[in-house]
């Protein structure tokens, strides 16, 4: 019988964009990984391609393929709770319903962010991994590790070659409003192909990379009040994940890929959870 990841807690991601992939013919195929909600946020499961309209660089190109994604999730966790373990459950929660289509890594803020274990599936590693996230003790944390973290994250996904990544992080610090660390962040988290959503402490003034990061890559951003992550949220990205397709669109001959993407709907009541930025590559 499977083992749940943490008895004590009750039952409670995200969009990610992939690298473009070339082909051995003439056009140049891409990658897009995005998941579509409607107006209640439940996700929408029957999306057609005559549904949907591709810029890159601002000029259309043509949708070759879309369909339900398969391919096994990457989900980065980076804990920062100032110690108080308030985000185990919801955690646990999230990894039931993700796994087994993927596989985790998982991080917390002590201050300085200790990675608890690889990327896996396997559940006494990730068990152990969410008993180091309970209850430590008041911890103070400072922004820029978080923007260093978040650098981190996104070039060790670079380095995994993952196709369908996403980052969940959860903080109740936040990162420095100002910071020359924003873009070497930001530029690792385009160049994974990773999404990036984040749950914040209400009243946490966002910089930069924790800011912009999700519009940029195709996640969310989500408030919580003292501390206390409700089991729904993380549930509701969890089944954003779960449910994303994967879109793939060529450009012509010659054309170089362009980082600036735009992917628009023509049904009425929906919201795309699609990237802005995508890999050069």
């Not at 060529?250 to 995508?278: C, H, I, Q, Y």
Request: glycine residues 10%; hydrophobic residues 45%; aromatic residues 4%.
């Amino acid at each position: 019988m499977k083992r749940p990841l943490l008895l004590s807690v009750m039952a409670v991601a995200l969009v990610m964009p992939a690298a473009g992939l070339a082909t051995s013919g003439a056009d140049v195929t891409r990658t897009v990984y995005f998941s579509a909600i409607d107006a209640k946020g439940a996700p929408v499961t029957d999306l057609t391609a005559a549904d949907l309209a591709v810029k890159e660089g601002g000029k259309e190109r043509a949708i070759a393929g879309l369909e339900a994604a398969t391919t096994p999730l990457f989900v980065s966790l980076l804990i920062d709770d100032g110690g108080s373990g308030a985000f185990q459950g919801p955690v646990a929660q999230m990894m039931e319903r993700i796994l087994p289509h993927g596989v985790f890594t998982v991080r917390v803020m002590n201050p300085q962010p200790a990675k608890l274990t690889d990327f896996t599936a396997d559940r006494t590693a990730l068990q152990a991994a969410l008993g180091s996230i309970g209850p430590r003790g008041r911890i103070q944390t400072a922004g820029d590790q978080m923007m260093d973290a978040v650098q981190d994250v996104a070039r060790e996904l670079q380095q995994k070659k993952a196709a369908r990544a996403a980052i969940v992080i959860l903080t109740v610090g936040g990162e420095t409003a100002q910071s020359n660390q924003a873009g070497p962040a930001l530029d690792a988290l385009r160049a994974s192909g990773a999404s990036m959503s984040v749950v914040y402490l209400a009243g946490l003034e966002l910089g930069q990379v924790l800011g912009d990061g999700p519009k940029r890559s195709g996640g969310t951003v989500e408030q919580i009040a003292g501390g206390v992550v409700p089991g729904p949220l993380l549930a509701k990205i969890a089944e954003n994940l779960m449910h994303q397709y994967m879109l793939t669109y060529t450009l012509p001959d010659g054309v170089k890929p362009n980082e600036r993407f735009a992917l628009s709907t023509t049904r009425k009541g929906l919201t795309l959870l699609a990237p802005t930025r995508v890999p050069d590559k």
